[in-house]
Structures are given as C-alpha cells and as structure tokens.
C-alpha cells in the first residue's frame, strides 16, 4: 500500500512539472507540418522556433573556448549563447513591423517544466488543438548563463546606442562637436573629413547631395594620411561603418574619438 501511494506521489510530482501556457511563436510564414521537431527559444511569452533545416548556427568565440578542439559544442549550448542577439533581431523586426520572412500564430504550447526567459526547446506539432505544440526542455539557463546573456544584452544596447549616434551625424555636426578637422574634401555631391583617434586617423565620408541632405554614409580608420582624401581613400581603410549595418564598429568609432559623445 506504501508502494503504491508513493508511486502515485511520484507521478503527481512529475505530471506538475509539465505546464501548458498560450504562446506567441514565431516562425517561418509556411506553416509547420503536424509532427515536424523545430528547436525553439523561449523569451517572455514568444517561442522563436527554428527549422532544424537551416540551423547553421556556429558557436561565438567565447564560448568555443570552453570546448576541447574538436570537441562538438552541443546545439543547446550554441543556441542559447546565441539567444540574445537572436531574439533581439526578432523582436526588433516586430517592433518595425517587418514580418515578410517571418509568421507569428498564437498556440497553447505543453512544456515538460516551467521555461525561463532564454531557456532551448525541442518543439513538435501536434496540430491546431489544445496544445497544438509538445516542447521538451533541451537547456534552461544556468546562474552563469544569466550572467552571460546579461552581459550580451548590455553590449547590444552599448552598440545600438552608438549605432544611432553614428547614423545621427553629419559633418556641420561632427566639426560642432569635434572642432575642425586635419583636413577636409569636397565635391558636388559629398564631403570626406579626417580626424586623429586614439589609435588612428578617422575619415568620415557624408553624402551632401541633394540638398540640404548632410548624412554619414560611410567611415573607416587609415594607418596613415592618404595623398588624396576621396572615398576611394576611405574605402581604403579598415574599421568600415557603413550607413549602420556594422553595428559593432559604432562603438569602436565612439571610443576612438570621445568628443561624438557629446
């Protein structure tokens, strides 16, 4: 009788770890077949699920370093050093409304345990009833983790932070902040300005035409000054902004020339 009261507490237990919860998930815009498996993470209600298909993620430098070489990085592990910026991009293609190359359906989704913000996921379809989704813990985020994937969302706010500023400037607004430049060059439809940084000079390429357009399109950093400042010259260098899409190189700009963050 004990026995069997205790196996029946054993199941009780077990049956409560699992948890059935409405969900947002975002997919591809083709809709998921019954029994297809997706690896999916999970952050504050969204459930990001990705086709095993296209899983082409590699692990960042810093966490390949805690592998032996040759040693496989298990796709949990990858997926969720790479989380932030993943769900960053998602959320910030919502933000924009830009939905083209993804769909975003609300379903009941079964967890075998509680998710946690970040936490990976094995997902499988189970049709369009209650739950429509079936998800398998693969990795809920460690102490360390959290600690990891904090620090990756307080760089990402440090570069779209300096991305705006970067993207923000014009050349009457760099001089007004920086003082004139080494040396200036101009033509009928842009004008390339040279500053000294902490470690290397610093051209700024600005389209300026049509007027009164006035707007950084382009900067890098040079080794030496150039025998003719154009955008050749420019494109020359290394450390290449271009228009915003380099992210990380905003705050490299910032920190090599302090007085942009005025």
């Given at each position: 009788?004990?026995?069997?009261?205790?196996?029946?507490?054993?199941?009780?237990?077990?049956i409560?770890?699992?948890?059935?919860?409405?969900?947002?998930?975002?997919?591809?815009?083709?809709?998921?077949?019954v029994?297809?498996?997706d690896?999916?993470i999970y952050?504050a209600?969204?459930?990001?699920?990705?086709?095993q298909?296209?899983m082409?993620?590699?692990?960042?430098?810093?966490?390949?370093?805690?592998?032996?070489?040759?040693?496989?990085?298990?796709?949990?592990?990858?997926?969720?050093?790479?989380?932030?910026?993943?769900?960053?991009?998602?959320?910030?293609?919502?933000?924009?409304?830009?939905?083209?190359?993804?769909?975003?359906?609300?379903?009941?989704?079964?967890?075998?345990e509680?998710?946690?913000?970040?936490?990976?996921?094995?997902?499988?379809?189970?049709?369009?009833g209650?739950?429509?989704?079936?998800c398998?813990?693969?990795?809920?985020?460690s102490?360390?983790?959290?600690?990891y994937?904090?620090k990756k969302?307080?760089?990402?706010?440090?570069?779209?932070?300096?991305?705006?500023?970067?993207a923000?400037l014009?050349?009457?607004?760099l001089?007004?902040?920086?003082?004139?430049?080494?040396?200036?060059?101009?033509?009928s439809?842009?004008?390339?300005?040279l500053?000294?940084?902490?470690s290397?000079?610093?051209?700024?390429h600005?389209t300026?035409?049509?007027?009164p357009?006035?707007?950084l399109?382009?900067?890098?950093s040079l080794?030496?000054?150039?025998?003719k400042?154009?955008?050749s010259?420019?494109?020359?260098?290394g450390?290449?902004?271009?228009?915003?899409?380099?992210?990380?190189?905003?705050?490299?700009?910032?920190?090599?020339?302090?007085c942009?963050?005025?």
């Amino acid at each position: 009788m004990t026995r069997w009261l205790l196996t029946a507490l054993v199941i009780v237990a077990l049956i409560g770890c699992s948890t059935t919860k409405q969900v947002s998930v975002i997919t591809e815009p083709s809709n998921w077949t019954v029994g297809q498996h997706d690896y999916c993470i999970y952050k504050a209600n969204n459930l990001i699920c990705i086709p095993q298909a296209q899983m082409k993620m590699t692990p960042p430098s810093d966490l390949r370093s805690q592998y032996r070489n040759g040693e496989k990085v298990p796709i949990e592990d990858i997926m969720l050093a790479r989380s932030p910026e993943v769900t960053n991009e998602v959320e910030d293609r919502l933000q924009r409304d830009d939905t083209k190359e993804i769909k975003v359906s609300v379903f009941d989704a079964k967890f075998s345990e509680k998710p946690a913000d970040f936490s990976i996921w094995n997902c499988i379809t189970t049709g369009l009833g209650s739950p429509a989704l079936d998800c398998k813990v693969m990795k809920q985020p460690s102490a360390r983790d959290r600690q990891y994937i904090s620090k990756k969302i307080n760089e990402r706010a440090e570069i779209k932070a300096a991305t705006a500023k970067m993207a923000g400037l014009s050349h009457v607004i760099l001089e007004q902040r920086c003082g004139p430049p080494l040396e200036r060059s101009q033509d009928s439809i842009s004008t390339t300005e040279l500053y000294k940084g902490e470690s290397s000079l610093l051209a700024f390429h600005f389209t300026t035409y049509p007027e009164p357009k006035d707007e950084l399109d382009l900067a890098s950093s040079l080794g030496s000054q150039p025998a003719k400042l154009d955008h050749s010259a420019v494109l020359s260098g290394g450390h290449h902004w271009w228009g915003g899409r380099l992210e990380p190189e905003s705050a490299w700009f910032l920190k090599q020339l302090s007085c942009l963050n005025k």
